[in-house]
């Protein structure tokens, strides 16, 4: 668009996917509405408050939950702080060049913010140390490894897993010192798993889950945060357009595959 | 708390926009111009191209690029807001860009750029969408080729009840559910080429909002063109 990203998916190819989605056909032999295979290994960094590795085929992030104290902000004296920002490292793909954030890392960074928030999955408000003062942040960090494609949905599930895997740490009042080392507890979360869901449209399909290179072809997507069938964070992203009808569709679709994945995200976090 | 006896703050009917109009050819050096205003909500926007794409490498030989840039002034809300781009600024232009490019005829433009540039001069809840609502409307001013207009408005459930045209006092509705914020921009053939949300809602009732922003984006549509007929009238005359 601005010219940052370049496209290195031929059109050959491009036009091959386009054909083959004619007959509801993918590359890799999935359905249209199909994940590749989720892995999601536990904490991966022994100083992280809780992190886990998600591959998704051959996408693979990390994500990492740190905790700090601050003030809290004006308007929530009460609650505790969230940040959640996205990195996406040269290392994951001959793409990514060095320099500050563009715009795909605080979009996927925006995105898994609002579904956490909205969602009110983290009870900030169990977060306060002392009104007004001092409450715990929650940091959650996402990295890129490989980029094959969604890594929207790779960092959403990413965070919602690494949050029930974090303990927070003892803070020590009277040094006002933080005891990584030590926990006081599980981070207060609700039962709730909202994953960040996105749905891609190329010509007349919906798909989820693409590759690398059915997401160069992708027109327009839209990501949805939700947990059973509760809709809580959306984003319509790229050019292109949905007709009031495949908004509907792609609700449906994204109700079905959030089933799919709840089961897998909570097989592998036992 | 039922639907029926929902009463807003500011007394409007549930599928009542706050009192809204537009005018085109606000800035005299852009190459197109126009102010939408929502209630206390005024955004400005102005056109500046098809030029030539500097640095060259940026160029895209096949089409033009639309560049929008959204800002708000640092005093447009109660609590100042530091000057230049932030996160939310940087998405907000990126979502403009996205809203109304389906609609723009880039490839007439190929290694040209299309500036959009978008200030929020006083906010009240809802501005990237009067934001949007002056970009189309100073695109079309500025005679770049569009296959449509795009109309924006954002739609939102207070507790249980859908209404259009948050205003701020409404955004930060706490009582049962709270608020959910669903900023919608529409082509007039009925496209959705922007959506977003934040809060809560079953999509059953999701699908109930975007019906109500379509009529309400028929309406903006009709200022909109009215606005930009009247631009060339007066030019006519002056």
Redesign the interface.
Known sequence: ???EEVEITPDVTAERIRKYLEQEKRFDGRKTDEFRELIIEKNISKKAEGSVRVKIGKTEVLVGIKMGIAEPY?DSPDKGNLMVTAEFLPLSSSRIELGPPK?NS??V??IVD?GIR??KFIELEKLCIKKGKKVWTVFIDIYTINDDGNILDAAGIGAVAALKLAKIPKYDEENEKILYDEHQGNMPLRKINPFTITVHKIGQHLILDPTREEEDVSE?R?TVGSSE????????????????EE??KS??IV?KAWKELFKKVEGQLK | MTTKNFQRPDGRKLNEMRPFEAKVGIIPNADGSAMYKSGDTIAIAAVYGPKKMHPQHSQNPEKGTLRCTYNMNSFSVSDRIRPGPSRRSTEISKITEWALEPVLMLDKFPNMVVDVHINIIQADAGTRCAGINAAAMALAHAGIPMRDMVSSVSVGKLDKTIVVDLSKEEEDFEEGDGPTDIPISMTHSGNITHFQLDGKIESKQLMEAIEMAKKSCEEIYEVQKKALKDSINMEEEA
């Open positions: 668009m601005s010219g004006p715009f605080i979009e960074g925006r609002r909205e969602s327009t839209i069938g509760i809709i809580y964070s959306l984003q319509k992203g790229n050019s292109g357009y949905f007709s009031v908004i509907q609700f449906d109700e």
